[in-house]
């Protein structure tokens, strides 16, 4: 498979976890509709996302886990023992309509990602990246983990090297605690230090398996340059991976809400350019983001970079709409800049000795 694919589903759209939670806003309808308002995805690109079934599932989750989730959304809540036990039906993973065949759908992707890529190539699943899902509980807005599924996936076709990198914001827990000591995945995250769930300190090796850099507020495009280069790409070419999975999370940009870092969608650009020459399978994900315009103009930009389709520095009348009608409950209008380009303004700055510390330590390993 030479040309890149992008994974989706009439699942998202319309599918809210709740009016005033950060997943209240539509991201990968707007991704779609920003990226066929400007041309860049064709119905021959596009592939419909299968739901996962139950049987697949268990290759991570509990079958007990599964069945409650399940439940929870025929039921359309959730016993006190279920929320204490599971984590459903809390603030951060509610009961909500489609709490069991969203998430689901997104694996199912994964997985079809995984077979999309048997015989090499990339594909874009936007609706993925739910990284803190545990095998027995829900956390941190994700109820299934599709890196995890997915890479399991990857394993059980052959592949004995996969390479997780992860840009979110947030560290990846569900995804370490899953490899936690393997030989076969090798894991690579940057991440807001002391942000939740307050894993992935620069000394968790997760058993020789992870390499976490923690960084502080303010993170610029010309840390990550560095740490890209000097961290991630060595790290992931060491391994020697038969493929690579890439979360590229959205939340690590300025103007998220529930971050503090300062990164522009240039950054995840740069990742997705440097990495797709490091092995003959890639699979991007989404991931967190929960400002609605950084969100759809950055995984924009990402499917159009692994597509190999340029985009106009303005944009066109149509892809402008798309972005002027996502709605917000938290904010009324953005920056008049997020309506009208796609490519955001480099965000660069000095480096600081804590990360040239940090990265020389990381580095004593590779």
Known sequence: MEQALFIGSTIYRGSRYGRLHPLSIERVPAVIDLSRALGILPDRLYRTSPRAKPA???????????????????KGAVSEATRARHGLGTLSNPVFPEMYRRPATAAGGGLLAAELVAQGGVVFNPGGGTHHGMA?????????????????RLLD????????????????DGVEAAFHGSEQVRLVSVHEAGRWPGTGRVEDEAGGAAFNLPVPRGFNDTEFALILNELILPAVEAFRPQA????????????????????SNNAHVSAVRALRRLAPRL???GGGGYNPWTVARCWTRVWAELSGQALPRDLPEAASEVLARQVWARKGKPAPALLNSLIDAPREGPIRDGIRTDLARLRQRL
């Open 283 to 285: 699979i991007v994900s």
């Open 244 to 263: 690579i999975f890439l979360q590229s999370g959205a939340d690590a940009v300025t103007e998220d809400p529930l971050s503090r870092l300062a990164l």
């Open 136 to 152: 027995d509980r829900a956390a941190g807005f994700c109820y299934l983990n599709e890196p995890v599924l997915t890479i399991l």
């Open 56 to 74: 697949a599932l268990h290759a991570f989750h509990t079958e007990d886990y599964v069945a409650a989730l399940m439940q929870a959304e025929s």
């Open 157 to 172: 076709m052959g592949l004995s090297r996969v390479a997780y990198v992860d840009i979110d914001a947030h560290h990846g």
